[in-house]
């Protein structure tokens, strides 16, 4: 049964600093991988979209890297700022496009001015 | 602009009553939609698969006559927690998929049983 781990659960960082969240699943046959973002009592945006032949994706001043065969994935997010406070959530797409997504519980990011 | 819209945004209801949780997608015909359940500091849990035109296909552990699914359009899927309970108090998302590409979700329906 796969398994999605975010660690850590939650991280406050001073503005402008670089940081990296990290994802672990444990079953690496997955279709591909999202990066979700999630305001406080709010739906999910979807940041980055991850095929499982590719190594990573940038926007703006997001990177996600996947390792597949070793079931990690990171979110790196330069020069951070308070506007980026937000749960950060990770899925894995199992079995094909049709598959489930399977999420982790996510990354409480808190970016002080 | 938005892809997928939920009504309502929140409600409130007293035990034992039924309440209806429509999801809209706004961008393009889904013949498939996503109700996911989320508890406070959880995980979304995927609870069922909405098809258009035939049965939803429940995940384990979800009820499906407790939480009833219609998907009557390409556009527009409805989930009804019946005799709701306050352990049904949650965040319900739904979700579009357009294939391979990305998943859309909708803003969310907070749910409060007393």
């Known amino acids: 049964k796969q398994e999605v781990t975010q660690i850590p659960a939650a991280l406050s960082v001073p503005e402008g600093e670089n940081l990296v969240l990290n994802c672990s699943f444990t079953?690496?046959?997955?279709?591909?991988l999202q990066w979700f973002r999630q305001d406080p009592g709010k739906g999910l945006t979807s940041l980055l979209l991850?095929?499982?032949?590719?190594r990573e994706q940038t926007s703006g001043r997001l990177n996600a890297s996947l390792d597949k065969s070793s079931g990690r994935s990171t979110l790196y997010i330069a020069a951070s700022q308070p506007g980026d406070s937000a749960t950060y959530l990770c899925?894995?797409?199992?079995?094909?496009?049709?598959?489930?997504?399977?999420f982790g519980k996510g990354t409480k990011l808190s970016v002080k001015p | 602009g938005a892809v997928v819209s939920q009504h309502p945004s929140r409600v409130i209801c007293k035990s034992g009553t039924s309440v209806k949780i429509e999801c809209r997608s706004l961008?393009?015909?889904?013949?498939?939609m996503f109700w996911y359940r989320q508890f406070p500091k959880q995980s979304l849990m995927l609870m069922a698969t909405?098809?258009?035109?035939?049965?939803?296909?429940?995940e384990q552990g979800v009820e499906k006559d407790k939480f009833l699914i219609n998907h009557a359009s390409l556009t527009l899927s409805t989930l009804t927690v019946t005799s709701a309970h306050p352990e049904d108090s949650s965040f319900y998302i739904c979700?579009?998929?357009?294939?391979?590409?990305?998943?859309?979700f909708g803003p969310g329906t907070r749910l409060t049983v007393t």
């Open positions: 979700s579009v998929s357009r294939g391979e590409y990305e998943q859309y």
């Open positions: 079953d690496s046959a997955i279709y591909n």
């Open positions: 991850i095929q499982s032949s590719q």
């Open positions: 899925a894995v797409r199992d079995g094909g496009s049709q598959g489930n997504l399977i």
């Open positions: 961008d393009f015909q889904a013949t498939t």
């Open positions: 909405s098809n258009e035109g035939s049965k939803a296909t429940y």
